[in-house]
Nanobody
Framework: QVQLVESGGGLVQAGGSLRLSCAAS????????MGWYRQAPGKERELVAD???????NYAASVKGRFTISRDNTKKTVYLQMNSLKPEDTGVYYC???????????????WGQGTQVTVSS
């Protein structure tokens, strides 16, 4: 069974920083892309940033220059460093991973349970 467990969310004032972590565990053969999404109340889930296994990154325009995604392949962990936070960054942040459980298996996308980030003005 594969699990993605996020940590690092919380309450922070505007202009502050938070670092999210997401560790994958279980029966995993390899991990391709990993990413962070967020969902604000009443809105659809949106991509924040993602990163390939070789380290190529992609960011939403709203967070470019403020957020940095990184990963440690040896630890099967993806990070999201969030600086200069704004109230509009508030939401539940979910990590996901496109991974293969065995050499003979097809890739699948797995999600974490989410971690709340609240930015006060």
């Amino acid at each position: 069974q594969v699990q993605l467990v996020e940590s690092g969310g919380g309450l922070v004032q505007a202009g502050g920083s938070l670092r999210l972590s997401c560790a994958a565990s279980g029966h995993i053969f390899s991990i391709n892309n990993m990413g962070w999404y967020r969902q604000a109340p009443g809105k659809e889930r949106e991509l924040v940033a993602d990163i390939t296994s070789s380290g190529n990154t992609n960011y939403a325009a709203s967070v470019k220059g403020r957020f940095t995604i990184s990963r440690d392949n040896t630890k099967k962990t993806v990070y999201l460093q969030m600086n200069s936070l704004k109230p509009e960054d508030t939401g539940v942040y979910y990590c996901n991973a496109d991974l293969i459980k065995a050499y003979y298996a097809l890739p699948g996308v797995y999600w974490g349970q989410g971690t709340q980030v609240t930015v006060s003005s």
